[in-house]
């Protein structure tokens, strides 16, 4: 890719603005950049592990953290600091500060994004089964058997409409 602004040289610097939701990307060589870097392209380089860092940072109270993990020995100021986990057993061990974490970030723990539409009729069944499975299980603890035989039935439903 050619330097937008001389058209001469190999575009090496990249940079990306977004004003009021709009994206407008540059691509510009070293010598273009440096020449017009104090005009309209003045960019603060901030690594991914620092903007992390600084979200974390937010938290604040760290009394209810767990110690070192046992597997990696990663503390959650480590984790702070370098936005990544030493091991997959720190998302187990650190897993109460990720839930708030991620939720202030995304705003759910959980993921709720786009499904293809093939797959979305499918989906959803899957998720009345579960919870109709769940509501079964608390019918019968409950000794609500007539309850119990018409959940049963209703995931019966469900689960033959999904082999047709």
Same mark, same amino acid.
């Given at each position: ?9 190999? &575009? ?31 960019? +603060? *380089?901030? @690594?991914? &592990?620092?903007?992390?860092?600084? $979200? ?6 760290? *009394? ?8 990696? #020995?990663?503390?959650? *100021?480590?984790?702070? @600091? ?5 091991? &997959?057993?720190?998302? !187990? ?6 839930? =708030?974490?991620?939720?202030? $970030?995304? *705003?759910? @723990? ?13 989906? +959803? ?8 499975? @769940?509501? $079964? +299980?608390?019918?019968? !603890? ?5 309850? =119990? &035989? !018409? ?9 033959? #409409?999904?082999? =047709?």
């Amino acid at each position: 890719m050619l330097c937008e602004a001389c058209g001469q040289n190999a &575009a090496t610097v990249h940079v990306t603005n977004i004003v009021n939701s709009k994206k407008r990307e540059t691509h510009l060589c070293d010598g273009c950049y440096k020449l017009k870097e104090n005009i309209a392209l003045k960019t +603060q *380089e901030v @690594s991914i &592990a620092e903007a992390l860092g600084g $979200l974390v940072s937010l938290k604040g109270d760290y *009394e209810d953290i767990p110690g070192d993990c046992p597997n990696c #020995g990663m503390s959650y *100021e480590e984790f702070r @600091s370098q936005a990544r986990l030493g091991c &997959a057993r720190d998302y !187990e061990h650190f897993k109460p500060k990720l839930i =708030a974490l991620l939720e202030k $970030l995304h *705003e759910k @723990s959980k993921h709720v994004g786009k499904v293809p539409r093939h797959r979305g009729e499918r989906l +959803q069944r899957r998720k009345q089964v579960d919870t109709l499975k @769940s509501e $079964l +299980q608390k019918a019968v !603890e409950l000794e609500e058997y007539e309850r =119990a &035989a !018409e959940i049963r039935d209703q995931i019966k439903a469900l689960e033959a #409409g999904a082999e =047709a």
